[in-house]
């Protein structure tokens, strides 16, 4: 194996981060390669919770190298925030285990405020965004005035820099906004105070990468975000800035497509999303509180409540195809346990007609209306199962139905958020 990708194939919180952490035991590199600190990846090891943002997951397996490719962007100081309390952890985060790209773009600190200034105009049009200034700083990169890792190394390039963003940001900040303008001297000199401890983990991770591809050696490329929060397939405009698809993958390294040999999609058993956007199954009974209450569906970096809903097949053999996924692993199916009747979307209805896929047209998402399937639950608690055959035969059914339906094998289930909690039943050597 060479390069394996992970992605969530739902609209993010599937449980990337508990399958990264598993799937890097074997990594020599392991990359995230688009989005920001708007992700919140949370794994379980033994009695430790640890919530990332930033760094890849990797970071908790001692012989890997962790690389933030040049896809994401970065805000230094949530990333020197991390540092330090993975450090606090007793885990290695020197610059010898983890790197950042010089052409990671910077999340700046206008970035963040006209997030929050948009969205706060935007009244019942709200995106919903993690107000971090992900969009600002991508449509910087698009604009060709972004900040790149590499250029802390260059304090005049950066005061330039800052200086010629600050003229257009301020007039936008003040003028249209009604937000204090910002000081291009203060920006400087607080990203500058910040550089010294940043310096030494830019470094080449396209080489590092290459070497590892050259030697055959397991790469890891994690995903943030998930598929329909994609900036070009996701449900625009209620998406992220970035490309979340596996395709993503290679831009936001510098891997070629080549080197890809795997990609693994990561769906919970049952369908969350968080901030606005459209969302066939979403429930708004009791059953959706129940999911969210039993599931812990509160987002890890806003702590905002996620909206709840059945599995929708629709969305995931959408995913698959978007991006070529190889094998599920589906998250949370404990969650479902007590629930009398299990619902899975297998088509939606639009103006009377049957769809099988995802409408394209912006808004039509949000007129389908989602056809049912209707299929036994299962009572007992499956948080103990260790082997496929113990599970529930409804359980099973379940996931049976969820492989025709999206034309994909599941071949790992999650019953809890443990690294131990986890059912392998491929065929394929792990
Ligand atoms: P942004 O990425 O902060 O611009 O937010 C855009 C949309 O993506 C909003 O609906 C967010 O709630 C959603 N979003 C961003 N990151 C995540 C994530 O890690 N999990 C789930 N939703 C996310």
Redesign the pocket.
Known sequence: MSARVIIGAQ???EGKGKFADIFSADARVIARYQ?GA???HTIKVGDREIILHLIPSGILREDAKCAIGNGVVLDPEVFLAEIDSLAAEGIDVSPRRLAISPKAHIIMPYHKNL?KAREARRGSRK??????G??PCYEDKACRIGIRAGDLRRPELLKSKIEAALVEKNALLRDLYKFEPMDAEAVLEELLKLAPRILPYIQNTDAELRAALDKGENILLEG???VH?DIDHGTYP????SNTVAGGATCGTSLPPSAIDEVVGIAKAYTTR????PFPTELLDDTGRYLQAKGHEY?A?TGRPRRCGWLDAVVLRESARLNGIDRFALTKLDVLANLPRLQICSAYELDGERLDYMPQDEGDLARVKPVYEFLPGFEDDISGCEKYEDLPEEAKNYIARIEELAGVPVDWISTGPKRDETIYRGVRQE
């Open positions: 609209w993010g919180d989005g708007n992700a919140g997030d995106i919903g965004t993690t107000g971090r992900i969009g943030a975000q998930g929060l209620y998406v992220t800035s968080v901030g606005g956007g987002g970096t």
